[in-house]
C-alpha cells in the first residue's frame, strides 16, 4: 500500500466561474485510489467557490480572504456530497507554511493525518487563506502540496492540472514540442519561465509545480504531473501501473 497526496487545481475544478462535472470524475477516481492506498488531497478552489457567491475584487488581499472564508465551506459541501455516494468519509484540514515551520505543530497535524489514513478517511488539504497574508499573496498549493508530501511520509505527489506534463519546449507556442516522461534533473532556466496561470482564480503555473519537483526530488520523493481534464493518464499510471504520458520526476 502506498500514501499518495493527489493535488487538484482551481483550473481543474471550476469552469466559465462555475463547479465543473470535472469534480465528480475526481472523485470517482479517489474513491477506487483509495482502496489500495492511502489517499490524501490538497484542493484548491476555495476563492473560486467564494466569488460563485460574492464578486468582489480579487486583487485586494481581504477581498481574497473573505471569498476564501465564503467558499472554503461550499467547496467541502460539493466534496462531501460526492464521497457520501460512495459511502466515502472525507474530513477538512486547513494548514498554513507556519505550521510546518513549528515542530510541535507538524508533529501534531502529522499524528491526526496518521489516524485519519489509518481508519480509510480521504483528508482535504488547503491553505488557510483566511488568515494567510503572506501565502495568500506568494503562496500556492503546489507549495503546499510539496510539503504535505514530506512532512506526512507519502511516497508520491501528484498534480493534477490544465498542464498534462512537463514539455522540451512551450507546446502552445511549438506544436513539435515533446513531452518528457520522465525527469530526474530540472533545468534551472525553466524556473525562470513566466507565471501565467490559464485560469484567473489560479496562483500557480508551470513554476510553481517545478520548485514543488525540485523539493521533492531534493528529498529523495517522487512527483507526477498530468491532467486533471481527462484523467486516463492518471489512472493508467497509478492503478494499470502503466505510464503512458504525463511526466514522471525522480
Do not use: W
Request: hydrophobic fraction near 40%; proline fraction near 2%; include cysteine.
Amino acid at each position: 500500500m502506498k500514501r499518495i497526496v493527489i493535488k487538484v487545481g482551481t483550473a481543474t475544478l471550476y469552469q466559465n466561474e462555475k463547479l465543473s462535472n470535472r469534480i465528480d470524475n475526481l472523485v470517482e477516481f479517489l474513491v477506487e485510489l483509495n482502496k489500495k492506498n492511502e489517499v490524501i488531497l490538497v484542493s484548491s478552489g476555495a476563492v473560486g467557490a467564494g466569488y460563485t457567491k460574492l464578486k468582489l475584487d480579487k486583487s485586494d488581499v481581504s477581498n481574497k480572504q473573505a471569498l476564501a472564508s465564503i467558499g472554503q465551506p461550499l467547496l467541502m459541501k460539493e466534496y462531501k456530497i460526492r464521497f457520501e455516494k460512495y459511502n466515502q468519509i472525507v474530513s477538512q484540514v486547513l494548514l498554513t507554511a507556519s505550521d510546518f515551520d513549528s515542530r510541535k505543530r507538524t508533529e501534531n497535524a502529522k499524528n491526526m493525518i496518521e489516524v485519519l489514513l489509518k481508519n480509510k478517511i480521504i483528508p482535504i488539504i488547503n491553505e488557510n487563506d483566511a488568515v494567510a497574508i503572506e501565502e495568500i499573496v506568494f503562496g500556492d498549493n503546489d507549495q503546499l502540496s510539496a510539503y504535505t508530501t514530506y512532512y506526512f511520509n507519502a511516497d508520491m505527489l501528484v498534480i493534477l492540472s490544465d498542464i498534462d506534463g512537463l514539455y522540451d519546449s512551450n507546446p502552445k507556442e511549438n506544436k513539435n514540442a515533446k513531452l518528457l516522461k520522465v525527469v530526474n534533473k530540472i533545468d534551472p532556466k525553466l524556473m525562470e519561465t513566466p507565471c501565467n496561470p490559464n485560469d484567473k482564480f489560479a496562483t500557480g503555473g508551470i513554476v510553481t509545480k517545478l520548485k514543488s519537483a525540485q523539493f521533492l526530488l531534493k528529498k529523495g520523493k517522487k512527483m507526477f504531473l498530468a491532467s486533471g481534464f481527462d484523467l486516463t493518464d492518471v489512472k493508467s499510471f497509478l492503478i494499470d501501473g502503466v505510464h503512458k504520458k504525463g511526466t514522471l520526476f525522480q
